[in-house]
């Protein structure tokens, strides 16, 4: 068995040695819990449990049996990990929803002209930036995060299909901004769920397996968008057909997520008491805890003041400029390499396979290595060498290789891996519930800022070479590579001055302190046990 029980099942309190109120060593090395509510969820479920002996025994029992424990881990991938790749799947759908459109006569019916293409796709990020911090604080304060997630999914699908209502520039600017807005809150509150639920070790390959439906989407949008070019309706355009279908699918997904995605451990109705026990000894080794309501002003202090965390918003805001341009632009770029508009649609979805593979590889793979950056910074260089052969292969607009520049447009779909790894780093390096909300607000703040400056490096009187956008994702995914450097130091740095003090304590109260500061909602710079990882 590879998990430690800190608990004693004959005693008549079997998580008393959970409980960081009793901590019975120095505030210098961990930070006493003063009260029940001020400490994580899981231990306040743990300790007025009216059954807390029998429902440990169970607990044990499940984690101690490999068959069982394996039957738990499966449980929680099959009542986790669909709905939030359905949510994600969704989500990227319909932000890219723009991209199929542009194609498909959006542009020509709602008169849009100059850089209003581009002004559109920025507003979605604009409504994003908005919301990013109103909307993860309020959930935390609801603390119904399967819920709110879900609520959320269903209005954004309503605004999605009210898209095909728009018929000009302002009316676009519009739905766009209301879109960004209520999509602002997911990836957080899935990165929220992951380190809910799994081991550190385990949270990089689970991270993928939404983070790949990104690519997935590519290649569903872009096939049903060419399908969709087929349909010829006199009453309405074909893209108002798009975007009508997407918007009620997303709907019925909101739905589902309100109806059976589990709010946390302890409020999931399909597990027992027991198997919620298992789940939550399972993962006190993250010394990461699943949640609290109660906003904490000191946690979100420190958040503003690590360095880690603002490293963590720079490589977001380069890796994320050329996600802006390509998101928006791929289709279009595949018409100026010689491509007819539907053709365009049918050839961009080969890229989503790309991405498909390179995230699950990628996610594998840094669970494998307990190694995040230098496997983000494998996945940055066939784009970085893909955007290079965009540049020399169409100079000043003049394709030279269609073939050539298609297998270069390919290649640029491998970077979004590093951005999912980016998540997995914030799930696995970031403790203490108001700052896990407070940094993936930041993280995604960032990814605005980087994605609002990606749509503006595509500059129509740049067409239809588009030189500037280009060169931007070179410039900007090299520069990504020393921060990530960086951002590795600061780890591993972190990592050795907090074994030096582990080294001076007694073994003893080392290992009292270790257990009760699992669920004790100390941050990571708290808490001496907690372990980043690079």
Known sequence: ??????????????????????????????????????????????????????????????????????????????????????????????????????????????????QDYSNIGMLFYIGFL???????????????????????????????ALHAACTSYASLSIVRVLLGIFESCVAPILVLIIAMWYRKEE??????????????????????????????????????????????????????VCLFLPDS??????????????????????????????????????????????????????????????????????????????????????????????VILVGWLSDLLHDRSSIMLIATLPTILGAGLMVGLDPGGVPKDKAGLLAASYLTQSFGAAFMLLLAWNASNIAGHSKKVTSNALTMVSFCVGNILGTQTFQDDQAPGYIGGKASIIATLVASILSVLTLRFCNDWLNKKKRRELESMDESAREEARERSAFSDMTDRQNLFFVYTH
């Open 265 to 358: 451990p302890v409020r999931a109705r399909r597990f027992t008491d027991a198997e919620k026990v298992a789940v939550l000894l399972r993962v006190k080794d993250n010394q990461s805890g699943t949640q609290n309501a109660h906003i904490k002003g000191a946690q979100i202090l420190e958040s503003i003041k690590d360095v880690r965390v603002w490293l963590v918003s720079l490589t977001v805001i380069l890796t994320s400029i050329p996600n802006g341009g390509i998101s928006n632009y791929s289709n279009i770029l595949l018409t100026t390499f010689g491509y007819s508009s539907q053709k365009a649609l049918a050839l961009n979805t080969p890229g989503g396979a790309v991405h498909a593979v390179t």
């Open 203 to 256: 949270q990089g390959k689970r991270v993928s397996w939404f983070y790949v439906c990104n690519g997935l989407t590519q290649i569903f949008g872009g096939l049903v968008a060419y399908g969709v070019t087929y349909a010829h309706n006199s009453h309405i355009q074909t893209w108002k057909i798009f975007y009508i279908v997407i918007g009620l699918l997303t709907v019925i997904v909101g739905l589902l």
């Open 1 to 114: 068995m590879d998990e430690k029980l800190p608990i004693d099942v004959s005693k008549a309190d079997p998580f008393d040695a959970l409980d960081s109120r009793k901590l019975s060593i120095s505030e210098q090395t961990a930070k006493p819990t003063a009260v029940l509510e001020d400490a994580d969820e899981a231990l306040a479920f743990l300790e007025n449990h009216p059954n807390k002996q029998a429902i440990a025994v169970e607990g044990a029992a499940i984690l101690e049996d490999p068959k069982r424990r394996a039957q738990l881990v499966r449980k929680i991938d099959f009542t986790i990990i669909p709905l939030l790749a359905a949510v994600y799947f969704m989500q990227f759908l319909d932000k890219t929803t723009l991209n199929y459109t542009s194609v498909m006569g959006l542009r020509r019916d709602a008169h849009l002209v100059g």
């Open 130 to 160: 908005a919301a990013e911090f109103p909307t993860q604080y309020l959930a935390q304060r609801i603390s119904r995060l399967g819920m709110y997630l879900g609520t959320n999914v269903c209005i954004w699908g309503a605004i999605l």
